[in-house]
């Protein structure tokens, strides 16, 4: 079955910017939609974006000056950036494969295990 | 666009039936049938339960259901039992233009 794995640096420092990949195995990232979800340390979900096999993506309007998501098909990866990091975005974030019906984002299935960004100097 | 809204906690025996309700607007869980529910175990990444209001993924439970009745969606879990201490959010697509929307999580307990 396919499985997801985040990976990136555990430790960012104030106004830098975030790098994480996630890497699909098991199938492929074509003919799917994927997801970028956060969740800082005690609270709640973030949904961040989606994008496209093909590149297309939609990104929350709350982080979309920040954001960047980008596919490598070649390889089965996905990548995030997110600039301008604050203790704001210190999170758990998630890769996730999005089920979509009629154009729209529907659930979210599988998920990676998550990986934990701390924003400090 | 703000979160659904969800209870802080609910608790029950074990064997017992509990229900979790996720309230949102027409502009979300009313207006589509798009709500799903994820239970997250601590440390560990959340899992779909509940896709498209009613329905189970293929290895879930039949006692987990869902249903939904205007503007607020709802997750019942029957036959309540320990390893069902987790948890518990819900997720609408909006059509806003913040596309999807979590609710803020339910805790089970299990006493």
């Known amino acids: 079955q396919v499985q997801l794995q985040e990976s990136g640096p555990g430790l960012v420092k104030p106004s830098e910017t975030l790098s994480l990949t996630c890497t699909v195995s098991g199938g492929s990232i074509s003919n799917y939609y994927w997801s970028w979800i956060r969740q800082p340390p005690g609270k709640g979900l973030e949904w961040i974006g989606n994008?496209?096999?093909?590149?297309?993506?939609y990104y929350n309007p709350s982080l979309k000056s920040r954001v960047t998501m980008s596919v490598d098909t070649s390889n089965n990866h996905l990548s995030l950036k997110l600039s301008s990091m604050t203790a704001a975005d210190t999170a758990v974030y998630y890769c996730?494969?999005?089920?979509?019906?009629?154009?729209?984002?529907?659930?979210?299935?599988?998920w990676g295990q998550g990986t934990l960004v701390t924003v400090s100097s | 666009q703000s979160a659904l809204t969800q209870p802080a906690s609910v608790s029950g025996s074990p064997g017992q039936s509990i229900t979790i309700s996720c309230t949102g607007t027409?502009?979300?869980?009313?207006?589509?049938?798009?709500v799903s529910w994820y239970q997250q175990h601590p440390g560990k990444a959340p899992k779909v339960m509940i896709y498209?209001?009613?329905n189970r993924p293929s290895g879930i439970s039949n006692r987990f259901s869902g249903s939904k009745s205007g503007n607020t969606a709802s997750l019942t879990i029957s036959g309540l039992q320990a390893e069902d201490e987790a948890d518990y959010y819900c997720s609408s697509y909006t059509s806003s233009s913040t596309l999807v929307i979590f609710g803020g999580g339910t805790k089970v307990t299990v006493l």
């Open positions: 996730a494969r999005v089920q979509v019906r009629a154009g729209r984002p529907n659930w979210f299935g599988p």
């Open positions: 498209e209001v009613t």
């Open positions: 994008i496209y096999y093909n590149g297309g993506t």
């Open positions: 027409s502009s979300d869980v009313g207006g589509y049938n798009y």
